[in-house]
């Protein structure tokens, strides 16, 4: 289970406060988001919430939970892997 609460603002974006529940534990992490970003890769179709719930489903897909970075920027997921972009679009056309 991913849980996404929005935390705070920072300039020019949000912070995010994700929890990844598995049954064999949990992890937190802080995650940033530029309202440029946001706008990019939704075209404000969906709330920013949605976005990073589904960046980390993107990302469990690809590594355990206790991988990902504890605290980072969505923009850096693309640097880390190159289908993201790709594949965040198609998820929330669907």
Do not use: N
């Not at 996404?4 to 598995?22: I, K, Q």
């Not at 988001?33 to 990073?52: F, I, M, Q, S």
């Not at 980390?56 to 605290?71: G, H, N, P, S």
């Amino acid at each position: 289970m991913i849980e996404v609460e929005r935390s705070s603002c920072v300039p020019d974006g949000w912070a995010f406060s994700v929890r990844v529940v598995e049954p064999d534990g949990q992890t937190e992490h802080r995650v940033t988001l530029a309202c440029a970003d946001y706008e990019r890769l939704t075209g404000l179709a969906v709330k920013p919430e949605l976005l990073v719930e589904k960046t980390f489903e993107f990302l469990l897909a690809c590594e355990a939970k206790d991988a990902i970075l504890r605290q980072f920027d969505l923009s850096v997921v693309a640097r880390y892997f190159p289908t993201y972009e790709t594949e965040l679009k198609r998820a929330l056309t669907s």
